[in-house]
């Protein structure tokens, strides 16, 4: 059965969580943090999205992010993939360093946006990581006072909706914050008020459900798009999971890879996993099929049979 579709439209605001593979280490030092660090920075950058909040914990990492134009799950890609690439790197380790596909709740930010920044910048002191806010730095929350230049975190919507005076919000949202000491975990903030994956009220969640329904894209699986390719390539699932390197395999895996990576609803990594395969190599095999024209027609010509139409596939 194929996954729910991501929800996505421009202005979209999701609080977004990134788990170790079994509960293991996602950070190792202070060093894997601040890689991290450029990693999000980047990514603000190369995609145009604003990150509200963030805190990186030893084994999963919280964000709240606004995207633009460029759907969440491209995004959390190339994060997710950068940083494992450093991590195997660092480490001198193969494999995967992410619990499967990051949770991701769509978030009505009127409603819920101040409390959620708080919620997230307190998750050390609530797990019993840190006595303090203060103790713990790898928050935004330290950005928020001014003690912290974190050119890539917005923290002016926020700091407004306290005040319009920058000194006065910062007072207001460090009484917030303390306010928020001994708060204990809140379901809705990880499982949503709607279908797992949105948090708002009624009204909030027929609305953007509404958006999903006026794309009219249609959602495919993994499976689909495996099968896909190999009934174009003509040869039996089995063979684009064995090893070696030999066409039209690599091809093969090549334009799936493509395809994933267009997809606003599936993960490189599942491919990888899939197919049995390092997640960075199928992620440059695609970094190079994406400029050949010939394998881009026949991407475009598996994309449009598993959307129904060309018109209603995501841009490859």
């Not at 193969?94 to 978030?107: D, E, S, W």
């Not at 379901?187 to 009220?201: A, D, K, V």
């Not at 091809?251 to 395809?259: K, T």
């Amino acid at each position: 059965m194929a996954r729910k579709l991501r929800i996505h439209f421009p202005d979209a605001v999701y609080h977004v969580i990134l788990r170790g593979n079994a509960g293991e280490p996602i950070f190792f030092d202070d060093r894997d943090r601040y890689r991290f660090y450029l990693i999000l920075h980047y990514a603000v950058e190369k995609f145009h999205c604003r990150i509200y909040a963030f805190c990186l914990m030893r084994n999963h990492i919280h964000l709240v992010m606004q995207v633009g134009e460029i759907p969440l799950s491209q995004i959390m890609q190339n994060i997710s993939l950068r940083f494992t690439k450093w991590i195997n790197y660092s480490q001198s380790r193969t494999g995967h360093l992410f619990q499967g596909r990051y949770k991701a709740l769509l978030v009505d930010a009127d409603a819920y946006l101040l409390e959620l920044v708080r919620y997230v910048h307190l998750n050390p002191v609530r797990a019993g990581a840190a006595v303090s806010l203060e103790e713990f730095p790898w928050t935004g929350h330290r950005g928020y006072l001014g003690k912290e230049l974190i050119p890539w975190l917005a923290t002016d919507f926020v700091l407004l909706m306290l005040s319009s005076n920058i000194g006065q919000a910062r007072m207001a949202y460090e009484a917030f914050m303390h306010d928020g000491i001994g708060e204990e975990r809140r379901g809705e903030f990880h499982s949503g008020t709607c279908e797992g994956r949105i948090l708002g009220n009624d009204s909030f969640a027929e609305e953007v459900l509404l958006r999903v329904d006026q794309r009219g894209e249609r959602e495919y699986s993994l499976d689909e798009v495996v099968s896909m390719v190999c009934a174009h390539f003509q040869i039996p699932d089995e063979k684009l999971k064995a090893p070696g390197k030999v066409r039209p395999m690599t091809e093969a895996r090549a334009v799936a890879a493509v395809i994933v990576q267009a997809s606003p609803h599936l993960l490189l990594t599942d491919l990888a996993k899939q197919l049995g395969r390092d997640v960075s190599a199928l992620g440059k095999a695609a970094q190079r099929a994406a400029k050949d024209e010939r394998i881009l027609k026949i991407v475009k010509g598996i994309t449009a049979k598993l959307c129904g139409s060309a018109d209603e596939c995501p841009k490859v």
